[in-house]
Structures are given as C-alpha cells and as structure tokens.
C-alpha cells in the first residue's frame, strides 16, 4: 500500500541552489520522517518531524508539515555535488502497527557541480 | 559501533533454490523490518517483528519466509516460490512498540539479489 507519494520524481540543481520535495499521504499520522539513499547503499534517516509539529530545521535541512494538506516539504538550502542521491518520505500511521513505516517512492536529486 | 550488518552485499541464485539473508543489529532495538527495492521503486514491506519469536507478514510476504529467535537476528529467506526474487533487499530496525512517536529506522547497506 502506498501513503507517501513525492514530487517531483527527479530533480536536477546547480550546486549551490535550493531544492525542495514535496510528499503527500493520505491517511493520518503519528510522525513523517525522512530517509536518503545514495546509489546503491542503505537508507540513512535525515529528521523526523512529529503530527503536532509545523516545522523543523536540522543543519542546511528543513522540513514542514501541513497535515490539514496531508503533505510535507524538504528543503536543501546552498545544495553541494554531495547531496545527489534519492530522497524519500516514510510515514508512520496512527492506528498502523507502531514503528512500521510506509514509504513512498522517493525525488532523485542531482546536484551538479 | 552500533549498527545494522547485512550479508551478503551480493547473492547469486540459481532457479529454484533457496537462499537466505543475513541480518544482524547491535541496537538492542526490538523491531526489525526486511523490505524489497526494485530499480526507481520505493520499499515494500515483506515481513516485520516486534518481538522476538514473533512476526508478521507485510505488503508482499508470497515466496519469503523469516525467524525470529533471537532479538539481535531477524535472517530472511528466499525460496523457490518466489517468481521474480532479482531485487535489492534492505533490513531495518527501530525501537518499535518502545519507540513510542519516534520510530526513526535504521538500515542495513543492503543485499542485491540476482537470479542467474
């Protein structure tokens, strides 16, 4: 079952610019986290932000969460070469069993240098 | 360090036989999770435990089977009745039902399967 739906699919930026990816679900939640993956590797967990939060900052990340919209936004600020990989939203659902995570099917970011 | 281990990175399988993954934790986190990545796809849940001893099939559990006996060890198996078993597998942990709202999940490094 998919909940975490992100927009765009693919996202190509200059070095140094802002980039931003949107997630949308659609049923209620306890939390929505987001997860990166570079070419090949495991997910690494970026921030989690909970249902009764609006906004979080964690270094050049910061994140948003409208849940009257039922979405979420990442944003890269001053992006670098290193920040190319996959982005993708997970989504811990009220009434879900505690801890699993529905993801979605994630924004390609590149970043050129 | 604390982490999530996988192993194999990569696996070959022949039509027809089994194969089993490895994945170890060291987080003393009570929930673990294996998923399938297919090429441009997000995860899909195959089966997940809370607790030791127990488990639950997810989105897509046909043709995979798991064990839980220890909490450290969540090894997942491919067998034969799984038609299109090429993927990159992917185990996870959290602190599940003790996690209360932060059930931020850790990985593995990943297995890529490819039948030959």
């Known amino acids: 079952s998919q909940q975490g739906e992100e927009d765009p699919q693919a996202l190509s930026i200059q070095e140094g610019e802002n980039a931003t990816m949107n997630c949308s679900y659609k049923?209620?939640?306890?939390?929505l986290q987001w997860y990166r993956q570079n070419s090949g590797r495991g997910l690494v967990h970026l921030i989690l932000?909970?249902?009764?939060?609006r906004e979080k900052h964690s270094g050049r990340l910061r994140v948003t969460l409208d849940t009257s919209k039922k979405s979420s936004s990442l944003l890269i600020t001053a992006s670098r070469a290193a920040d190319t990989a996959s982005y993708f939203c997970?989504?811990?659902?009220?009434?879900?069993?505690?801890?699993?995570?529905?993801f979605g099917k994630g924004t390609k970011l590149s970043v050129k240098p | 360090d604390g982490g999530i281990t996988q192993s194999p990175k990569y696996l070959f399988r022949k039509e027809g036989q089994n194969v089993t993954l490895s994945c170890e934790q060291n987080?003393?986190?009570?929930?673990m999770y294996w998923y399938r990545q297919d090429p441009g796809q997000g995860l899909r849940l195959i089966y997940y435990?809370?607790?030791?001893?127990?488990?639950q099939k997810g989105d897509i559990a046909e043709g995979y089977s798991v064990s839980r006996e220890k909490k450290e060890s969540f090894p997942l198996t491919v067998t034969s009745a799984q038609k299109n078993p090429t993927a990159f597998y992917l185990c996870?942990?959290?602190?599940?039902?003790?996690?209360?709202?932060?059930?931020?999940?850790?990985f593995g490094q990943g297995t890529r399967l490819t039948v030959v």
């Open positions: 435990s809370q607790i030791v001893n127990d488990f």
């Open positions: 932000i909970r249902s009764n939060e």
């Open positions: 996870a942990s959290n602190r599940g039902l003790g996690g209360r709202l932060d059930t931020e999940a850790f």
């Open positions: 049923t209620s939640i306890n939390n």
């Open positions: 987080l003393n986190h009570d929930a």
């Open positions: 997970a989504t811990d659902l009220v009434g879900g069993s505690q801890g699993n995570l529905i």
